[in-house]
Nanobody
Framework: QVQLAESGGGLVQAGGSLRLSCAVSGRTSSFYTMGWFRQAPGKERELVAR????????YYSNSVRGRSTISRDSAKNTVYLQMDSLKPEDTAVYYCAASRSEYGYDFWGQGTQVTVSS
């Protein structure tokens, strides 16, 4: 059974940085993409970054492009999201997710809270 566990969230001042981690347990050989999503209060969940598990190709949303870097360590079965120049509008619960195809995400973590103070 696949399980995802996020860590690394917290409270940070605007302009600061955080690195989120997503530890994956279980079979990863069938993974296609890993994604980081976020959901702020009263807003819909949005994809902020994703990375293909095998090739490492990346995608970033306009909201974080240039300020964030997604990476993965296949040996450790861990995906990271480095976030720099954080803004108050980055405040949200961040979730990692894994997909086995291009048609959606199959596994989700519990989420980690990121709060950016102004």
């Amino acid at each position: 059974q696949v399980q995802l566990a996020e860590s690394g969230g917290g409270l940070v001042q605007a302009g600061g940085s955080l690195r989120l981690s997503c530890a994956v347990s279980g079979r990863t050989s069938s993974f296609y993409t890993m994604g980081w999503f976020r959901q702020a209060p009263g807003k819909e969940r949005e994809l902020v970054a994703r990375i293909t598990w095998t090739r490492g190709s990346t995608y970033y949303s306009n909201s974080v492009r240039g300020r964030s870097t997604i990476s993965r360590d296949s040996a450790k079965n861990t995906v990271y999201l480095q976030m720099d120049s954080l803004k108050p509008e980055d405040t949200a619960v961040y979730y990692c997710a894994a997909s086995r195809s291009e048609y959606g995400y199959d596994f989700w973590g519990q989420g980690t809270q990121v709060t950016v103070s102004s």
